[in-house]
């Protein structure tokens, strides 16, 4: 069981280590990465730079406003104290949305890897819902009994995902690739394109989870200057680090012949390689270490939204019920039920339908919820320099206010190109994209109607909204002490 470090035990190196293995590199690379340079051509690596670059201008203002906002809920509660209690409302059950959909669509890549897995080590050839039900269960048992990926557990798979990936690219630039070395990916006829723009949504999906070094501010040494290094250590090192492995497997294949390839199956495209340039052994041992990549993923996100669950029920736009702690194991049991339960019947739906895991599970689901991401990330923008607007500060205009607007506008722009992208980003029909890109307005009006409700039926509880940790551990204690007795 993984335990809380001691107040004041972590550096900022701590911090992004853990945070970039939550990431988990390889699922990302072997996982994702094929299909955003199916859908952006070989300009790919350049969608995971200008995504980082936009990341880090937003975390200045970000982990600025960091250090005045303790509340547990996150981007709900910066959008909160920035822009008022109806937008508050909006964004807390916009990031419901959005991160569920992210982790619901990842038991579809589950299902693909653990499928082509176990039949290529074991040739055991079952569907891939079995796999992903299992994940289910799996996320949900370990969720429930509070089980985690220790840290030193989390460390060795992230190293060992890392070196795995490294070990492919050094093997692809010392045979000099397919037909020599070129970095035609970064030049810019292949970066300014309309394939390029739609994968931005590829690209910040990558990153999605590096704003939870917030949560370490607890246990940082020196929370002020910790967690703006470790933000900027993580998205740093993420975006540099996708972006040149993309580029390696683009030069295994060649530029000319890359997206060929990626389209006759994506979900392998970087197993092929590793079989070419490096031999079996390590194919193998990569499909393994896939399957704990996605878990770990699965499972991060799993207990991530299970607490904000907690954080936003605790604040009463929720049933009371969700915010319940196991007696035992401390665990948000019934948040985890309720997640797991509307996992399952996600996937249930995509096997009835008889639905691709990779191309229609994992890019349909996810595709709502890059989008409602990075329109969150837009508000708490905003966010940032009317709360500094308001509140007594010694902080300087670049942080609160030029670094917010410069990112705002970064992400408003990649949003832009997404939206009016989604056919190349989705490869699905026209029905289809109008479904996914209504979700989010859909998200949007049940937020301003839930706040609408709270304000007329639950004054009490609207007023409190975005109240600081001692009210929501109050009303978490309140409610677990009802219902152990």
Do not use: C
Not at 302 to 315: D, Q
Not at 350 to 361: K, S, W
Not at 374 to 393: C, D, E, G, N, Y
Not at 408 to 431: E, R, V
Request: glycine letters at 10%.
């Amino acid at each position: 069981m993984e335990t809380k470090p001691p107040r004041g035990s972590l550096g900022a190196g701590d911090i992004a280590f853990f945070v970039i293995s939550a990431a988990a590199p390889l699922m990302i690379i072997a996982g994702i990465a094929p299909y955003a340079i199916l859908v952006g051509g070989i300009g790919a690596p350049s969608a995971y730079l200008i995504a980082g670059v936009i990341l880090t201008v937003f975390a200045v203002g970000f982990t600025t406003m960091s250090r005045y906002v303790r509340n547990g809920g996150a981007f709900y509660a910066y959008v909160t104290k920035g822009l008022g209690r109806p937008a508050g409302v909006v964004a807390a059950v916009l990031a419901l949305g959005s991160y569920n959909a992210l982790q619901i669509g990842m038991y579809g890549l589950l299902g693909s890897a653990a499928q082509a897995t176990f039949e290529s080590l074991f040739h055991v050839d079952l569907p891939w819902t079995v796999y992903a039900f299992a994940g289910v269960v799996i996320v949900w048992y370990a969720g429930y009994r509070s089980i985690e990926f220790g840290a030193k557990l989390l460390g060795a798979l992230m190293i060992a995902e890392t070196g795995i990936l490294v070990v492919l690219a050094v093997a692809i630039l010392v045979k000099g690739g397919a037909h020599g070395l070129d970095l035609q990916s970064y030049a810019p006829s292949h970066v300014f394109t309309g394939g390029t723009s739609a994968l931005l949504a590829i690209a910040f999906a990558a990153f999605m989870g590096f704003e939870s070094t917030v949560i370490y501010r607890g246990e940082a040494r020196d929370p002020k200057r910790t967690i703006p290094r470790a933000t900027y250590i993580a998205v740093g090192f993420l975006g540099i680090f996708y972006s040149f492995i993309s580029w390696a497997v683009i030069q295994g294949f060649g530029s000319a012949d890359v997206v060929a390839q990626a389209a006759k199956d994506p979900a392998d495209l970087v197993f092929t390689e590793m079989d070419r340039y490096v031999g079996g052994w390590a194919t193998d041992l990569m499909h393994l270490l896939i399957i704990t990549s996605v878990l770990a993923g699965l499972l991060a996100f799993h207990n991530a939204i299970n607490r904000y669950t907690v954080a936003v029920a605790a604040e009463g736009m929720l049933p009371k019920r969700l915010v319940s702690l196991h007696p035992k194991t401390g665990s948000p049991y019934v948040a985890g039920g309720f997640q797991t339960v509307l996992a399952a019947l996600v996937v249930a739906g995509f096997a009835i339908g008889g639905l691709d895991p990779y191309l229609n599970l994992l890019i349909w689901v996810n595709t709502p919820g890059v989008i409602g991401l990075v329109l969150l990330q837009v508000m708490v923008s905003i966010a940032v320099p009317t709360f500094f607007r308001k509140t007594p500060h010694t902080e300087g205009p670049l942080r609160t206010i030029v670094a917010p607007v410069l990112a705002a506008i970064g992400m408003i722009t990649a949003l832009y190109l997404t939206i009016t992208k989604i056919a190349a980003l989705s490869g699905a029909s026209d029905d289809v994209n109008h479904v996914l890109l209504a979700t989010v307005p859909i998200v949007i009006v049940i937020g301003l109607v839930l706040a609408w409700w709270l304000k007329a039926k639950r004054p009490e509880a609207y007023a409190a909204l975005g109240a600081e940790p001692d009210v929501l551990e109050q009303a978490t204690q309140e409610e677990n002490d009802l219902v152990n007795s």
